[in-house]
């Protein structure tokens, strides 16, 4: 079954810093994805970034990258010089793809506060 | 720009009532999905499609009926509304293969309130 943990419901860091967001998660596939999404306060949802399981390279994509820790089903987003824009909730989310449904399962996120 | 448009935005409904949520993707994927997500939680999904004429169950598909009658539009329908669907509903869409393999873009959402 599928399952994923963000065990930090909350976060701050201070304009500058870097962040470190935290998610782990349960598959017994080998090929999977796993996202990142950051909701705005308006409600959207903005795709950030993935990971392949089978990529052994920590993906990154401008400020954003992921320290993918595969052996221990854990993900890390990290955000470089974070900004008070950075605000908002953070979703880790896992897609299995030999099922191929394209199905996300989501953790509960992580709500941000940078703070200026 | 490609977009995921979801009709109507807010929708107060009465218990019992239809309700019927709309959406419309210009992303020419085959996917579409309905997901719920209640205050404090994630996302969960409720019924999905993989193209035109094709509905599946999500993890959670009670109480809803889904339909894709075209590429573009995927419905999300309560026949008989109930307090407890009162959540956020984000509809959104992704493709299957390729570089962008299950990467989903979400609408806006639409915030239902069932009284």
């Known amino acids: 079954a599928q399952r994923v943990t963000q065990v930090q419901p909350t976060g701050s860091s201070q304009w500058g810093e870097e962040v470190t967001l935290d998610c782990s998660y349960e598959?017994?596939?080998?090929?999977?994805?796993i996202f990142w999404y950051r909701q705005l306060f308006s409600g959207e949802m903005v795709f950030l970034i993935y990971q392949p399981s089978f990529d052994t390279q920590n993906q990154r994509s401008g400020r954003y990258s992921v320290v993918f820790q595969k052996s221990f089903k854990s993900i890390s987003l990290v955000i470089s010089a974070s900004q008070p824009e950075d605000s908002g909730t953070y979703f880790c989310?896992?897609?299995?793809?030999?099922?191929?449904?394209?199905?996300?399962?989501f953790g509960d996120g992580t709500v941000l506060t940078v703070k200026p | 720009e490609a977009a995921v448009t979801q009709s109507p935005r807010n929708k107060v409904a009465v218990t019992g009532g239809k309700v019927t949520l709309s959406c419309n993707q210009t992303n020419n994927h085959n996917n579409m999905y309905w997901y719920r997500q209640d205050t404090g939680h994630g996302l969960r999904l409720i019924h999905y499609?993989?193209?035109?004429?094709?509905?599946e169950k999500g993890d959670i598909p009670d109480g809803y009926k889904a339909s894709r009658p075209s590429q573009e539009n995927f419905s999300l329908i309560l026949e008989l509304a109930t307090p407890s669907q009162t959540s956020v509903y984000f509809c959104?869409?992704?493709?299957?293969?390729?570089?962008?393999?299950?990467?989903?873009?979400f609408g806006a959402g639409t915030r239902l309130s069932v009284l």
């Open positions: 989310a896992l897609s299995e793809l030999v099922t191929n449904t394209g199905k996300l399962t």
């Open positions: 499609s993989y193209g035109a004429g094709s509905t």
């Open positions: 598959t017994s596939e080998y090929f999977y994805r």
């Open positions: 959104a869409s992704g493709e299957g293969l390729g570089a962008s393999q299950n990467t989903l873009y």
